[in-house]
């Protein structure tokens, strides 16, 4: 990847609006072909796998994909290869008590300021907050 590719911070709504059938977006589809063509990159906080293979489970648990459909969504999740990155727990715990978030969010908050990186999400709270933060 090129040295002045613009990085973005994403988080798991925005992945799950590129991978689930019923939350496919335009721009999700533009963002990651722009990601596949490496003229952009992505990087997210560890935990990022977790929140992906627990929302499939919840997708399977509610009956709209079938637990073939979130093996075959986890594996095109991996070939992804989003880079995912650890972040200091003080400043997530710091941050998820400033802003009454969980630490999980906190933790894409966290990452986003770290890496002066824009925050891709479809969680509106999370939304305002780091619309707030990058003031």
């Keep these: 990847m ?22 496919n977006t335009p ?9 596949q063509q490496q003229k952009i990159s992505l990087i997210a906080p560890i935990l990022l796998s977790y929140e992906i293979a627990n929302a499939l489970k ?5 009956k709209k994909i079938s637990q ?14 989003i880079k995912q ?9 710091k941050t998820a008590i400033d ?3 969980s630490a999980y969010d906190a933790s ?6 770290k890496k002066g990186a824009k925050l891709l999400t479809l969680d509106k709270k ?7 933060i990058e003031r």
């Design 108 to 113: 894409y908050l966290v990452l986003a300021k």
């Design 27 to 35: 721009e999700a589809q533009k963002l990651f072909s722009l990601y």
């Design 2 to 23: 090129a040295e002045n590719t613009k990085t973005f911070v994403i988080d798991a709504s925005y992945v799950l609006s590129f991978l689930l059938p019923s939350e």
């Design 68 to 81: 073939k459909q979130a093996y075959n969504l986890l594996s095109a999740f991996k070939l992804l290869n």
């Design 126 to 132: 999370l939304s305002r907050i780091y619309n707030l």
């Design 85 to 93: 990155a650890p972040i200091g727990f003080k400043d997530v715990l």
């Design 99 to 101: 802003h009454n978030v």
């Design 58 to 62: 919840t997708n399977v648990m509610r």
